[in-house]
């Protein structure tokens, strides 16, 4: 297919790069902290955490994970917590100790959390207090060996940070009580950590760098092998990218969007990193009154999100009351921006916001719009430098422009495989080594890409992916179901939500009932919010349950 895109590229933006500008994350990472060691890196609830602050804390968290908990070069650590300032401090502790990250979603519950670590094989975690309970009820049945509990206020200074976690604790109660005898705390992992000296894992750009678990074509959650260069060259990409609206040493970026995921993770975190840029981070942006005082006190220069986002913020009354004018640009991934919100936003906040593309296999981005506010809402822009997308037939020929047919991305970027799957590996990778994204796309005139359709029943709820094997085995399980089918619907808040048909076992399952054994058993994004009860459901002549059937018939959530 003709690179058509290139005759739009952005003005400034090179399509190609140095893709091997930097070994590994940590020479980058070091490489920052020399230009810009006391500018704030983190801030969250009004706490700061330097660059020179965040190497220090950072060797010394590399130092326990090598001297103190015995983990060599390879070994895998989850990290499970909100946008705190300790993220930042173990996970760049674990790539320096040459180790592999496992972000761990802190609302998983426990059933989701023992396949996680299991599938992993992770030896170590770091983990928030509010969440130890359900450690304490899977530790047994993994690999996990040293612990770290966090609570909320740990960095937060004093007293500040002892008042924090009394209140999160003991008046709020939310942190369950748990039994986990062997625990450090996080002071103590860094004291013991800072006896001893950290000598630097050297990692070579092939070396793994992040297992991100996301679902698949069977459902079953497996972990994308991310490499030291995936997510480096994805950086470059993005910094590349934004290179026309951006300075080095000045930016602030408002981070709602959770370090765990991987979008945050690679936009925020590590090109903020590349850019000597702040960012501020959101624990809860789900508390949309907090979060608008947040940015009424804040001038930043970059907002980044996804739509719902975007839509809450606009929702609130005090939303005019936020200062815009410093905003250099908006971001949206993770989900379609729908085009109302993207007008809404620019008529309100005078920032167009920038639409991206991408994937957890793809580190994540693969494409973006312009960031000089070209009116291209409802595409996913043009292939980031050193990308290439085709539209391919089943065969993985590719299409003449025009054609619609499956989204196949060539890049650095793409990941390196499944962790442990082969098999599955196999059937999203071409030999060439294209990635086959499962999403049905077409190329306008102008180089343009646009989603029109999705080959995969994932549904995709807030930016997070939830795939109907997972929930329709957790339902099944329900001694009063007989068969179960899950599907995405269109949902004006959300962009899709989970319906689920049900056919009863025994007629006295009420849809209350339901619910709640999903919530014992789901993350809140994966819960179904609608439920239909028939008497059969919809299959092929071979038993198969015909999922697109029930979506085409089910009209968009209101």
């Not at 899977?138 to 976690?165: C, F, H, R």
């Not at 980044?304 to 913020?313: D, S």
Request: charged residues 20%; hydrophobic residues 40%; aromatic residues 8%.
């Amino acid at each position: 297919m003709e690179k058509v895109w290139l005759k739009n590229y952005p003005q400034g933006v090179s399509p190609e790069i140095n893709i091997n500008q930097y070994k590994n994350i940590n020479e980058m990472f070091e490489e920052s902290i020399r230009k810009y060691g006391p500018r704030v890196a983190f801030t969250n609830m009004g706490s700061n955490l330097t660059f020179e602050e965040l190497d220090e804390m950072s060797a010394d968290f590399a130092s326990f994970f090598r001297n103190v908990a015995g983990l060599k070069k390879g070994d895998r650590v989850a990290i499970q917590m909100p946008n705190l300032l300790q993220y930042p401090v173990v996970m760049f502790g674990a790539l320096r100790a040459g180790l592999v990250v496992v972000n761990t979603n802190p609302l998983y519950t426990a059933r989701e959390m023992k396949h996680q670590f299991r599938d992993s094989g992770a030896k170590a975690i770091v983990i928030l207090a509010n969440f130890a309970k359900h450690l304490e009820d899977v530790i047994a049945d993994t690999e996990i060996e040293t612990v770290v509990v966090t609570q909320l206020g740990d960095l937060l200074g004093w007293p500040k940070s002892m008042v924090i976690n009394g209140v999160v604790r003991y008046v709020k109660k939310m942190v369950p009580t748990y039994n986990l005898p062997k625990a450090y705390s996080f002071y103590e992992a860094l004291d013991l950590g800072a006896e001893k000296k950290f000598a630097p894992e050297i990692c070579q750009a092939d070396d793994l760098a992040f297992l991100q678990y996301t679902g698949g074509t069977t459902g079953v959650s497996k972990g994308a092998m991310l490499t030291h260069r995936n997510i480096l060259v994805n950086m470059l990409q993005i910094a590349e990218w934004m290179k026309p609206k951006l300075k080095m040493g000045e930016e602030v970026v408002i981070t709602a969007l959770p370090l765990y995921h991987i979008f945050s993770l690679t936009v925020n975190c590590l090109a903020m990193m590349f850019y000597g840029g702040t960012n501020v981070l959101v624990t809860n942006p789900k508390d949309i009154p907090a979060f608008i005082n947040l940015l009424m006190k804040t001038r930043f220069t970059v907002f980044i999100g996804v739509n719902t986002l975007y839509n809450a913020l606009m929702q609130h009354p005090d939303f005019e009351k936020i200062n815009f004018k410093n905003v250099k640009i908006s971001v949206a991934g993770g989900m379609a921006l729908q085009k109302a919100v993207a007008q809404q936003w620019l008529k309100r906040t005078d920032t167009p916001v920038v639409e991206g593309y991408g994937l957890t296999e793809t580190s994540p981005v693969a494409s973006c719009n312009p960031t000089d506010g070209t009116d291209r809402v409802g595409t996913i822009g043009l292939p980031l430098p050193n990308t290439e997308i085709k539209i391919c037939d089943e065969d993985g020929q590719a299409l003449p422009q025009g054609h619609s047919g499956e989204l196949v991305v060539f890049g650095p970027q793409v990941m390196k495989g499944y962790w442990q799957r082969p098999d599955e590996t196999a059937k999203v990778i071409l030999p060439n080594g294209g990635l086959k994204t499962g999403d049905v796309a077409v190329m306008d005139t102008d180089g343009f890409f646009k989603i029109v359709d999705r080959l995969k029943d994932m549904i995709l709820v807030s930016g997070f992916n939830v795939y109907p094997n997972e929930v329709e085995d957790v339902v099944a399980s329900h001694a009063k179901v007989l068969e179960v089918a899950a599907v995405g619907v269109k949902d004006d808040k959300s962009g899709e939500a989970v319906k689920i048909f049900v056919v009863k076992k025994d007629q006295t399952l009420t849809p209350e009932e339901l619910l709640n054994f999903c919530r014992e058993n789901l993350v809140a994004y994966k819960i179904p919010k609608y439920i239909e009860f028939r008497t059969e459901l919809p299959k092929t002549n071979v038993g198969k349950i015909l999922r697109r059937a029930l979506r085409d018939e089910t009209p968009a959530q209101v």
